[in-house]
C-alpha cells in the first residue's frame, strides 16, 4: 500500500523464497529502507514506547525523546494528563525544548520566541502584531492552526506509548493478552527509578531487535550467565509470541538447571570454567514471583525490551540514529514499596546489565561484528533455522529463533515486503 509523496526504494526488495528464515542483509545497510521504516513503521500503525511515567510525576514536567528518528516532547499538564508533541516549532522547525528533562509552564522556542502550553497550543508569538504599527504576523493568522503535531499518547503499566496513527487500537490490544500480563506482571505496581545510562552502539536497529529475540545465543555468547548458572539452555523455560508474532517473551527458571550433558559433550565453552565469584551476594537474589521464573526477556514491536534478570528490572529502549548507529537506553527500576534492602540489591545486579555489565557489554560489540561483517555483502542473507521454520511460541526449548522470525513476520507484513 503505498501512500501519497511515500519515499520509495529504487530497487525493490525481494526476500528470498525460504521466507523469514533468511534475513537479507540489504536490510541493515540500506538508507533508502531506513527512511521507508521512518514512514511505515515509526509514524505508521504501531504503538511506539515515549518514556516511563515516573519521568514525568508532576504537573509541567517534560522529557524529550525520539520515534525513529522523529524528536518529540512529552509533557504533564496541571491536570495529570499525558501530552506528547514532536519538538519542532511550527515557525522554523527548530527544536524547541533543549533539555532532556525538566518542568515548565510553558516550552519556548529560543529562536524567535514562539511559546506553546503543555498541550503543544502555540500561546505567543513575539512581535506578532509587529513594532509601531508596522510589520508583524497578517490579520489571518490562526495560532490554532500551529501548535505543535500532535501523537495519539496512552499509558499502559507506567509506561508511556505514542503513535501517529488514527487506525492503531488500543495499546492493550496492540500487545495482546500474554504481553499484556506479563508487563503487568513485571511492571504492575507504581514504579520507583533507579538510575538510566544511555550507549551508542555500532550497528543498524534491527540487529538490536534480533539480539533480545535471540533466546539461543545468551548461553554461548554471555560466558557469565553460563559460568554463574544464571540464564542456560538446561533450566527449564521457553518462547511465547504475541498472535500477531512480532512481540515475545523468553524465560527462564534457575532452579531447574540440570547440568545437561549437552554442555560438555558439544565443548561449550562457559560450561568449561569453574569459577567462584569474589563476591556471590551478586547473585543472591530473591524470588520475586511464584512463577518461578527468574531471568526474562521481553520484547515489543519496534523498539521496546523489558528485562528481569534476578532481581534486575530494566527497561531498554532502542533509537536508530542512522542506518548503522543505534542509540541505547537502559532504564533501571524498582518498586515504590521496595525496602531499601531490596533497592540495594536490585542496583548491584544492574551491574550485569548495561554497557559495561558482566553479562550484557557483548551484546553492545556483537551486534557490530554482524554489521561489519555483512558490509558489502547486501545480495546475500543470514539464516534463522534454529528450532524450526516455523514461527510459533515453544514451552520447552529455547534452543530456538522462533522470536527472531516473528520479528521478521511483523516488520515484512508492515514494510509490505512480501
Ligand atoms: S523557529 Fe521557533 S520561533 Fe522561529
Ligand atoms: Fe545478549
Given amino acids: 500500500m503505498a501512500l501519497a509523496n511515500e519515499h520509495r526504494l529504487s530497487e525493490p526488495l525481494i526476500w528470498p523464497e525460504p521466507g523469514v528464515t533468511r534475513i ?16 511505515r513503521i515509526f509514524r505508521g500503525p504501531v504503538w511506539n514506547f515515549l518514556c516511563l511515567e515516573i519521568d514525568i510525576p508532576e504537573g509541567g514536567d517534560f522529557k524529550t525523546s525520539t520515534v525513529g528518528e522523529v524528536p518529540v516532547i512529552i509533557t504533564r499538564d496541571e491536570d495529570g494528563g499525558i501530552h506528547a508533541m514532536v519538538n519542532r516549532c511550527a515557525h522554523k522547525g527548530a527544536l524547541v525544548c533543549l533539555k532532556e528533562k525538566g518542568n515548565a ?15 503543544g497550543r502555540l500561546t505567543g508569538v513575539a512581535f506578532r502584531n509587529g ?55 513485571n511492571l504492575g505496581k507504581p514504579l520507583k527509578p533507579l538510575g538510566m545510562h544511555s550507549q551508542i552502539i555500532h550497528n543498524n536497529w534491527k540487529l538490536y531487535a534480533e539480539n533480545v529475540r535471540d533466546s539461543y545465543h545468551a548461553t554461548l555468547l554471555h560466558t557469565f550467565y553460563t559460568t554463574f548458572k544464571i540464564n542456560r539452555l538446561d533450566m527449564d523455560g521457553g518462547i511465547v509470541l504475541a498472535e500477531d508474532k512480532w512481540h515475545h517473551i523468553s524465560y527462564a527458571k534457575r532452579d531447574t538447571l540440570d547440568e545437561a550433558a549437552e554442555y560438555k559433550e558439544q565443548k561449550i565453552h562457559a560450561a568449561q570454567y569453574n569459577s567462584n565469584l569474589a563476591g556471590p551476594q551478586l547473585l543472591d537474589a530473591w524470588n520475586e514471583f511464584d512463577d518461578g521464573i527468574t531471568h526474562s526477556i521481553q520484547a515489543i514491536f519496534p523498539n521496546l525490551a523489558i528485562q528481569f534478570t534476578l532481581n534486575s ?9 542512522g542506518v548503522d548507529k543505534t542509540e541505547l537506553f537502559w532504564y533501571y527500576v524498582g518498586y515504590a514499596d521496595d525496602t531499601e534492602e531490596q533497592t540495594a540489591v536490585r542496583v548491584m545486579q544492574g551491574n550485569l546489565t548495561g554497557a559495561a555489565g558482566l553479562v550484557s557489554l557483548e551484546d553492545g560489540c556483537i551486534n557490530e561484528f554482524v554489521q561489519r561483517g555483512t558490509r558489502g555483502s547486501p545480495g546475500a542473507a543470514g539464516l534463522a533455522e534454529m528450532g524450526g521454520r516455523e514461527v510459533e511460541s515453544s514451552d520447552s526449548s529455547r534452543a530456538t529463533e522462533a522470536a527472531i522470525r516473528g520479528f521478521w513476520t511483523g516488520y515484512r507484513r508492515i514494510m509490505g515486503f512480501d
Fill in 131 to 185: 513594532l509601531k504599527g508596522k510589520g508583524g504576523l497578517g490579520e489571518d493568522f490562526d495560532p490554532d492552526q500551529h501548535g505543535l503535531e500532535r501523537l495519539r499518547v496512552e499509558t499502559f503499566c507506567g509506561l508511556v506509548f505514542g503513535t501517529f496513527s488514527e487506525q492503531t487500537p488500543s495499546v492493550e490490544s496492540y500487545l495482546g493478552q500474554p504481553m499484556s500480563k506479563f508487563i503487568r506482571r
Fill in 24 to 39: 537479507p542483509y540489504r536490510l541493515y545497510a540500506d538508507r533508502e529502507i531506513l527512511a521507508l521504516e521512518q514512514q
Fill in 313 to 321: 528490572l530494566c527497561v531498554r529502549f532502542f533509537v536508530p540514529r
Fill in 105 to 119: 509552564r510553558a516550552l519556548t522556542c529560543i529562536y524567535h520566541a514562539w511559546s506553546y502550553d503543555l498541550r
